[in-house]
């Protein structure tokens, strides 16, 4: 009794801890409405599975024959039995009916769904049914099919055996007798069987569209003319066989049912597998291309529709591989807003930079977004600095780690396009106290990705405050303390609150400290998916959030999607595997394998009080429509997000990558080039990552103009190759650009105009584009580049390629990829030194953007990228930056090359002194020659010191 109530008191506490964070958020109809379903649901499990095995237990048991002669086996059974038969006859039912109730209450949201379903307006092309059908009705109704024949079936079989326990059934040799009673009631529960046979048999044609086979997801030729009516009719045999028990209970005659049931077995072999397989091997296969054609098609359809990327507008682009003086004048926007710094390579140096402490940390890979700075939209990489417990050391401590060290400080921003003189980003927003170009906002981080399970935070008005702040202060204090006055999570006002969270998280100084007061919050679930999971818990949550400063305040945005396994015809994914790549690794998921999803919702979490925004995103969606009935009043209309909000809104990483893993085969809209599968895409290895790791090249954002668009705008983009071609392979060739629109605008509760518009340009067979691979195998087989970078990774430094971007500029794709040098000491991050441009089979190798391009387009570019040194106040790049001429190409018709000079003679000097100190040491160890082997180590040392400060590093 003890233990029970300690359990129940835990379960208590579980369940009344949640309904205060549910309360404090403002969702608390959103856990009730799940506790009414799953409590409604577990009472429909248990009681529709444990009255059907009490009453069938109890009937069998009632209607035995009293006098029955039984053999003495059967009298040892009964007299074991006997003693427990009272307990069974409860005890079976009421667990049979506990296991079932648990059953029945996870799939509550499938019974919501189908309470509440919206009907789309679509119909599918093979029965003509509402696609709401597949949606909402079918899961359900084939859940409840199941149920009902588990139910009936284990009420069978017991009694069955209480039958024969109890004489009902007496086996005498090769006789069987039945009687009447036990004959009634197991030919009724076996004629239900039967019938809910019949109807999941009629259901499971419906399946066929949406089941995937080896061509297309969806009824094929053989299931529309072999499989569907084949279902069809072994339905009507299991009903008709169903009605045969029903007669049996009346007049005793068992032959017909049985033999109907032997003959539905064998029906079932012959029209369910054997006549389709006929028809797919002696009709189909032989034409299979003719056949198949219009299922393919709808199969291209109906995928297009489910995953939103029908309008995606196709533009042919022949792309140039010359690179001509002149090329890129009309594409001087997009040139002068290439982002040259790398997101995930420079977070070590924006945390040697901005972390301060050391309690203090960045994600390994920051956000990009973009801001109005002086008027113009700057791209930009974003990071909040957040608190890291960890880092504490030796001030590691309950009251520490709970009350003082309780939230991070400021957002750290820097331009996509600059670095300073010595390579470092140049941060419009930075330092502690922030300060910069966001204005005046709350920079506490209360809540983000790296935030600590729970803190303790609030006091009494006038009480000192506990909580750290940032580690400088006025008036010769080193740290400045703060205390927290929103209203973030449950109270800590009473005892019992503090009881029960003490055993939440298992820590008796909740209850006994000191430091929690009348005014104490705990704020725990900090993480933005975590709080929008858990308010939201039918979405599927982008794994990507990103923070912004926005109306005065940090919050994190989130992409929320809306999906189903429940399309029909349309291709089923894994949703895991397609946002899996070198930025992303494989995310586990409720429902993993879908085909169909949306963009129907964008969540915000304030990083101050944790405060949950959700806005439907897209009120057009069926399954959000429906969500929105389950629960009323949890989300705004677009038309109530501001407009700075909306700025920072962009398409999602996620959702792009499902698309782009579509879009690599249903590219192809004709059902013959389809069926060839002779144009099938695929997204290149990031050639950055090891080719043993086969990881995926990720999307970027970027500010670029395509073809067809009047002005550049922020986008995300992608590319393919051909499917099966590697990065060494000579067809790594460039196929498609994927990239859309990803700038939501900046008007109160409106959507920009071309938000969302899909485009893809497609390159003409005969092309001859480089895919990024191929240009990262250029890159590195180029003899100044690698010679360059092979002397420099002798030294103590080592040599860190960057995103390699591609944008259509020039009349063709134009590569560009900054290069970072990184000291091998411990303290020390990469700083950006060199950019890498290509064009067709042409390669620049420079110190800065403009440079490059210059160098590539002979010197009359016509653009200018805006990614010049800018001089860092206080640094070693301070000082205006020395114009550089352009370099005027080689003549091509002598093979010879201008001799460098200034500045870069002296490199070229320096690189070729460290190629002959090199081939010395190499000479010197064949000889044995160590006085001379270390002489020339020591000439190697000095060429490479002159070599980077020549690079500035």
Same mark, same amino acid.
């Given at each position: 009794?003890?233990?029970?109530?300690?359990?129940?008191?835990?379960?208590? %506490?579980?369940?009344?801890?949640?309904?205060?964070?549910?309360?404090?958020?403002?969702?608390?109809?959103?856990?009730?409405?799940?506790?009414?379903?799953?409590?409604?649901?577990?009472v429909?499990?248990?009681?529709?599975?444990?009255?059907?095995? /009490?009453?069938?237990?109890?009937?069998?048991?009632?209607?035995?024959?009293?006098?029955?002669?039984?053999?003495?086996?059967?009298?040892?059974?009964?007299?074991?039995?006997?003693?427990?038969?009272?307990?069974?006859?409860?005890?079976?039912?009421?667990?049979?009916?506990?296991?079932?109730?648990?059953?029945?209450?996870?799939?509550?949201?499938? %019974?919501?769904?189908?309470?509440?379903?919206?009907?789309?307006?679509?119909?599918?092309?093979?029965?003509?049914?509402?696609?709401?059908?597949?949606?909402f009705?079918?899961?359900?109704?084939?859940?409840?099919?199941?149920?009902?024949?588990?139910?009936?079936?284990?009420?069978?079989?017991?009694?069955?055996?209480?039958? =024969?326990?109890?004489?009902?059934?007496r086996?005498?040799?090769?006789?069987?007798?039945?009687?009447?009673?036990?004959?009634?009631?197991?030919?009724?529960?076996?004629?239900?069987?039967?019938?809910?046979?019949?109807?999941?048999?009629?259901?499971?044609? =419906?399946?066929t569209?949406?089941?995937?086979?080896?061509?297309?997801?969806?009824?094929?030729?053989?299931?529309?003319?072999?499989?569907?009516?084949?279902?069809?009719?072994?339905?009507?045999?299991?009903?008709?066989?169903?009605?045969?028990?029903?007669v !049996?209970?009346?007049?005793?005659?068992?032959?017909?049912?049985?033999?109907?049931?032997?003959?539905?077995?064998?029906?079932?072999?012959?029209?369910?597998?054997?006549?389709?397989?006929?028809?797919?091997?002696?009709?189909?296969?032989?034409?299979?291309?003719?056949?198949?054609?219009?299922?393919?098609?709808?199969?291209?359809?109906?995928?297009?529709?489910?995953?939103d990327?029908?309008?995606?507008?196709?533009?042919?682009?022949?792309?140039?591989?010359?690179?001509?003086?002149?090329?890129?004048?009309?594409?001087?926007?997009?040139?002068?807003?290439?982002?040259?710094?790398?997101?995930?390579?420079?977070?070590?140096?924006?945390?040697?930079?901005?972390?301060?402490?050391?309690?203090?940390?960045?994600?390994?890979?920051?956000?990009?977004?973009?801001?109005?700075?002086?008027?113009?939209?700057?791209?930009?990489?974003?990071?909040?600095?957040?608190?890291?417990?960890?880092?504490?050391?030796?001030?590691?401590? /309950?009251?520490?780690?709970?009350?003082v060290?309780?939230?991070?400080?400021?957002?750290?921003?820097a331009?996509?396009?600059?670095?300073?003189?010595?390579?470092?980003?140049?941060?419009?927003?930075?330092?502690?106290?922030?300060?910069?170009?966001?204005?005046?906002?709350?920079?506490?981080?209360?809540?983000?990705?790296?935030?600590?399970?729970?803190?303790?935070?609030?006091?009494?008005?006038?009480?000192?405050?506990?909580?750290?702040?940032?580690p400088?202060?006025?008036?010769?204090?080193?740290e400045?303390?703060?205390?927290?006055?929103?209203?973030?999570?449950?109270?800590?006002?009473?005892?019992?609150?503090?009881?029960?969270?003490?055993?939440?998280?298992q820590?008796?100084?909740?209850?006994?400290?000191?430091?929690?007061?009348?005014?104490?919050?705990?704020?725990?679930?900090?993480?933005?998916?975590?709080?929008?999971?858990?308010?939201?818990?039918?979405? !599927?949550?982008?794994?990507?959030?990103?923070?912004?400063?926005?109306?005065?305040?940090?919050?994190?945005?989130?992409?929320?999607?809306?999906?189903?396994?429940?399309?029909?015809?349309?291709?089923?994914?894994?949703?895991?595997?397609?946002?899996?790549?070198?930025?992303?690794?494989?995310?586990?998921?409720?429902?993993?394998?879908?085909?169909?999803?949306?963009?129907?919702?964008?969540?915000?979490?304030?990083?101050?009080?944790?405060?949950?925004?959700?806005?439907?995103?897209?009120?057009e969606?069926?399954?959000?429509?429906?969500?929105?009935?389950?629960?009323?009043?949890?989300?705004?209309?677009?038309?109530?997000?501001?407009?700075?909000?909306?700025?920072?809104?962009?398409?999602?990483?996620?959702?792009?990558?499902?698309?782009?893993?579509?879009?690599?085969?249903?590219?192809?809209?004709?059902a013959?080039?389809?069926?060839?599968?002779?144009?099938?895409?695929?997204?290149?290895?990031?050639?950055?990552?090891?080719?043993? %790791?086969?990881?995926?090249?990720?999307?970027?954002?970027?500010?670029?103009?395509?073809?067809?668009?009047?002005?550049?705008?922020?986008?995300?983009?992608?590319?393919?190759?051909?499917?099966?071609?590697?990065?060494?392979?000579a067809?790594?060739?460039?196929?498609?650009?994927?990239?859309?629109d990803a700038?939501?605008?900046?008007?109160?509760?409106?959507?920009?105009?071309?938000?969302?518009?899909?485009?893809?340009?497609?390159?003409?067979?005969?092309?001859?584009?480089?895919?990024?691979?191929?240009?990262?195998?250029?890159?590195?087989?180029?003899?100044?580049?690698?010679?360059?970078?092979?002397?420099?990774?002798?030294?103590?430094?080592?040599?860190?390629?960057?995103?390699?971007?591609?944008?259509?500029?020039?009349?063709?794709?134009?590569?560009?990829?900054?290069?970072?040098v990184?000291?091998?000491?411990?303290?020390?991050?990469?700083?950006?030194?060199?950019?890498?441009?290509?064009?067709?089979?042409?390669?620049?190798?420079?110190?800065?953007?403009?440079?490059?391009?210059?160098?590539?387009?002979?010197?009359?570019?016509?653009?200018?990228?805006?990614?010049?040194d800018?001089?860092?106040?206080?640094?070693?790049?301070?000082?205006?930056?020395?114009?550089?001429?352009?370099?005027e190409?080689?003549?091509?018709?002598?093979?010879?090359?201008?001799?460098?000079?200034?500045?870069?003679?002296?490199?070229?000097?320096?690189?070729?002194?460290?190629q002959?100190?090199?081939?010395?040491?190499?000479?010197?160890?064949?000889?044995?020659?160590?006085?001379?082997?270390?002489?020339?180590?020591?000439?190697?040392s000095?060429?490479?010191?002159?070599?980077?400060?020549?690079?500035?590093?």
């Open positions: 009794m003890v233990g029970a109530l300690v359990v129940a008191f835990f379960l208590f %506490t579980s369940l009344y801890t949640d309904y205060l964070w549910f309360s404090q958020l403002g969702y608390t109809s959103v856990l009730t409405t799940q506790w009414a379903a799953i409590a409604v649901m577990f429909i499990g248990f009681v529709g599975m444990a009255l059907p095995v /009490w009453l069938t237990i109890n009937l069998a048991y009632r209607l035995r024959p009293v006098y029955a002669k039984l053999n003495s086996q059967l009298d040892r059974y009964q007299e074991l039995v006997e003693p427990l038969r009272r307990l069974a006859m409860w005890a079976i039912p009421a667990v049979l009916g506990l296991f079932a109730g648990l059953s029945a209450s996870s799939r509550w949201e499938a %019974t919501l769904l189908w309470l509440n379903r919206t009907v789309t307006g679509s119909t599918d092309p093979q029965f003509g049914l509402d696609l709401s059908f597949y949606l009705e079918l899961p359900f109704y084939r859940g409840v099919v199941s149920f009902a024949s588990a139910v009936i079936l284990i009420a069978l079989l017991l009694t069955v055996a209480v039958s =024969y326990l109890y004489g009902s059934i086996v005498n040799g090769r006789e069987l007798r039945i009687s009447k009673s036990s004959r009634i009631q197991i030919a009724v529960l076996a004629g239900l069987y039967l019938l809910l046979q019949a109807v999941s048999i009629w259901l499971d044609q =419906y399946t569209l949406t089941q995937t086979g080896d061509l297309i997801t969806g009824a094929s030729y053989t299931d529309v003319n072999a499989t569907i009516w084949a279902r069809q009719i072994l339905a009507g045999i299991a009903l008709l066989i169903a009605l045969l028990f029903f !049996t209970a009346f007049i005793g005659r068992w032959r017909f049912p049985l033999v109907g049931t032997a003959l539905l077995l064998v029906a079932s072999v012959v029209l369910g597998s054997l006549y389709p397989w006929v028809v797919q091997r002696f009709t189909v296969d032989p034409n299979a291309r003719v056949l198949e054609a219009p299922y393919i098609q709808r199969n291209i359809d109906l995928t297009r529709d489910a995953f990327v029908a309008e995606v507008e196709e533009v042919p682009y022949s792309a140039t591989t010359e690179a001509s003086p002149g090329a890129l004048r009309s594409d001087a926007e997009t040139t002068a807003s290439i982002r040259i710094i790398d997101p995930a390579l420079v977070s070590p140096a924006v945390a040697q930079l901005e972390r301060f402490k050391t309690y203090y940390g960045f994600n390994s890979e920051l956000d990009v977004d973009r801001y109005d700075i002086d008027g113009e939209s700057q791209d930009t990489v974003i990071a909040v600095r957040e608190l890291r417990q960890s880092g504490l050391g030796d001030g590691s401590s /309950w009251y520490n780690n709970t009350v060290y309780t939230h991070g400080y400021g957002v750290v921003a331009y996509g396009n600059q670095r300073s003189a010595d390579g470092q980003p140049v941060f419009f927003e930075s330092g502690i106290p922030t300060s910069g170009e966001l204005g005046e906002y709350q920079p506490r981080i209360y809540f983000g990705e790296q935030s600590p399970a729970y803190s303790i935070v609030g006091a009494p008005e006038g009480a000192d405050p506990r909580e750290l702040d940032y400088s202060g006025e008036d010769g204090e080193s400045t303390y703060n205390t927290f006055s929103g209203d973030a999570g449950p109270k800590l006002d009473t005892v019992f609150n503090r009881l029960v969270y003490a055993l939440k998280f820590s008796e100084q909740i209850f006994l400290s000191d430091a929690v007061n009348s005014e104490s919050q705990i704020l725990y679930d900090r993480n933005p998916v975590d709080r929008i999971q858990k308010v939201a818990p039918y979405l !599927t949550l982008d794994s990507d959030p990103y923070p912004s400063v926005v109306d005065g305040k940090v919050v994190w945005i989130v992409d929320g999607y809306t999906t189903s396994d429940a399309y029909p015809y349309s291709r089923t994914v894994s949703l895991s595997n397609s946002i899996a790549d070198s930025d992303s690794e494989a995310q586990r998921y409720a429902i993993d394998d879908i085909n169909y999803i949306r963009n129907s919702v964008k969540a915000t979490v304030d990083a101050y009080d944790g405060t949950v925004t959700l806005y439907a995103w897209d009120d969606d069926p399954v959000l429509q429906t969500w929105q009935k389950i629960f009323p009043s949890t989300l705004k209309p677009i038309s109530e997000m501001s407009g700075d909000l909306m700025s920072h809104v962009r398409y999602p990483t996620d959702l792009f990558k499902v698309q782009r893993s579509i879009l690599g085969q249903y590219h192809v809209t004709d013959g080039r389809f069926y060839s599968r002779t144009d099938a895409w695929q997204t290149p290895a990031d050639p950055q990552e090891d080719a043993s %790791t086969n990881s995926l090249q990720p999307p970027y954002y970027l500010t670029l103009q395509m073809p067809g668009q009047e002005t550049p705008s922020f986008s995300l983009y992608s590319t393919f190759i051909p499917r099966g071609a590697s990065s060494e392979d067809s790594n060739v460039l196929k498609g650009y994927l990239a859309v700038d939501a605008g900046g008007e109160d509760g409106v959507k920009g105009e071309g938000y969302g518009a899909l485009r893809l340009l497609t390159m003409p067979d005969e092309s001859t584009v480089p895919g990024p691979g191929q240009m990262q195998n250029d890159f590195n087989s180029d003899q100044a580049v690698s010679s360059l970078i092979n002397i420099l990774r002798q030294g103590q430094t080592d040599v860190l390629n960057g995103n390699l971007l591609t944008l259509p500029v020039g009349g063709g794709l134009l590569y560009v990829q900054p290069v970072y990184q000291s091998t000491g411990e303290t020390s991050y990469p700083v950006l030194q060199k950019v890498l441009v290509g064009f067709g089979d042409e390669i620049a190798f420079e110190d800065t953007l403009d440079q490059a391009l210059d160098s590539l387009f002979g010197g009359d570019s016509g653009a200018s990228a805006g990614d010049g800018v001089p860092v106040e206080g640094g070693e790049g301070e000082g205006e930056e020395t114009p550089t001429e352009p370099t190409p080689a003549d091509p018709g002598d093979g010879s090359e201008t001799p460098p000079t200034g500045a870069d003679g002296e490199l070229a000097a320096a690189l070729a002194e460290a002959a100190a090199m081939e010395a040491k190499q000479a010197a160890l064949e000889d044995g020659d160590f006085a001379a082997f270390g002489e020339a180590d020591a000439r190697l000095a060429a490479v010191e002159r070599a980077l400060e020549l690079l500035g590093g």
